[in-house]
T-cell receptor
Framework: GAVVSQHPSRVICKSGTSVKIECRSLDFQATTMFWYRQFPKQSLMLMATSNEGSKATYEQGVEKDKFLINHASLTLSTLTVTSAHPEDSSFYIC????????????FGPGTRLTVT | GQNIDQPTEMTATEGAIVQINCTYQTSGFNGLFWYQQHAGEAPTFLSYNVLDGLEEKGRFSSFLSRSKGYSYLLLKELQMKDSASYLCAFLDSNYQLIWGAGTKLIIKP
């Protein structure tokens, strides 16, 4: 089956520093990748949608200068949380869609970010 | 506008059957998903319904009524490992997933 990996799985950083999270599709090419954030006991919140080679589309209320998304290849997307603050602490999940079938979306295992 | 609702929490007994309901409102609809999410993990795909009716996959079944904006996930022969959150989500007219808040299912022995 289609596998999506995320790295790191957990990260603790100090306030003011930047953190990069990688999302890779291991056995398929992802034309579209999605980044979600999930706070405890809440549902997934879509942050942005990225297509390979083009700028990400951010959801309303998500600061694009703070959450930098790069989808440099068909198998890799990165999310960089810049100048992290404790309120950025959350569970970040990426997902990838192989093609034009909108019913297909595969999730990565998630990254737990804690900002101290 | 768009919205999607599901119960916050349900409790059921091991070996029993439980039905988790999901209602939604949207002007554009391209199918409804059910995902299972264990604490601290990413969601895993359970089902996708785009046409009305019941789809069965082993112990899990999912039902959709587009005219009523209603879906349910039916879990049979409950096992302790089924304790998890169950998320419903629909694809809107822009093919964007709109997520429910999730239903936490607690299985008791």
């Amino acid at each position: 089956g289609a596998v999506v990996s995320q790295h790191p799985s957990r990260v603790i950083c100090k306030s003011g520093t930047s953190v990069k999270i990688e999302c890779r599709s291991l056995d398929f090419q992802a034309t579209t990748m999605f980044w979600y954030r999930q706070f405890p006991k809440q549902s997934l919140m879509l942050m942005a949608t990225s297509n390979e080679g083009s700028k990400a589309t951010y959801e309303q209320g998500v600061e694009k200068d703070k959450f930098l998304i790069n989808h440099a290849s068909l198998t890799l997307s990165t999310l960089t949380v810049t100048s992290a603050h404790p309120e950025d602490s959350s569970f970040y999940i990426c997902s990838a869609r192989p093609g034009l079938d909108f019913s297909e979306q595969y999730f990565g295992p998630g990254t737990r970010l804690t900002v101290t | 506008g768009q919205n999607i609702d599901q119960p916050t929490e349900m409790t059921a007994t091991e070996g029993a059957i439980v039905q988790i309901n999901c209602t939604y409102q949207t002007s554009g609809f391209n199918g409804l998903f059910w995902y299972q999410q264990h604490a601290g993990e990413a969601p895993t795909f359970l089902s996708y319904n785009v046409l009305d009716g019941l789809e069965e996959k082993g112990r899990f079944s999912s039902f959709l009524s587009r005219s009523k904006g209603y879906s349910y996930l039916l879990l049979k022969e409950l096992q302790m490992k089924d304790s998890a959150s169950y998320l419903c989500a629909f694809l809107d007219s822009n093919y964007q997933l709109i997520w429910g808040a999730g239903t936490k299912l607690i299985i008791k022995p």
